[in-house]
């Protein structure tokens, strides 16, 4: 079974910026999709980004494109969010999960799903 665990969410003001980490143990392979989603209050969890692990492709939402940037580490087995330019909407719970080998949008494809990190951006 394979652990995720995201850190590094807190409050910010409209316009900063924030790293998220997610750090994976367990069993490991380099077959793998990482992605990001949130959750607010009252709204379904929606996709954020997500690499690819065996060729560093990436995929992002509309509302975080340009702004949001995914990236990972092989060496720490850690995925990371590095948001910029951080809006009021972009308030929500993150969470960082991993499947198979493709890119993907839906939650449903996702099998290993991290605790989450709140991410609260004041205006």
């Known amino acids: 079974q394979v652990q995720l665990v995201e850190s590094g969410g807190g409050l910010v003001q409209a316009g900063g910026s924030l790293r998220l980490s997610c750090a994976a143990s367990g069993r490991t392979s380099s077959s793998y999709v990482m992605g990001w989603f949130r959750q607010a209050p009252g709204k379904e969890r929606e996709f954020v980004a997500a690499?690819?692990?065996?060729?560093?492709?990436?995929d992002y939402a509309d509302s975080v494109k340009g702004r949001f940037i995914i990236s990972r580490d092989d060496a720490k087995n850690t995925v990371y969010l590095r948001m910029n330019s951080l809006k009021p909407e972009d308030t929500a719970v993150y969470y960082c999960?991993?499947?198979?080998?493709?890119?993907?949008?839906?939650?449903?494809?996702?099998?290993?799903w991290g605790q989450g990190t709140q991410v609260t951006v004041s205006s």
């Open positions: 690499i690819k692990w065996s060729d560093d492709s990436t």
């Open positions: 999960a991993r499947r198979w080998y493709y890119l993907s949008r839906f939650v449903r494809d996702y099998v290993y």
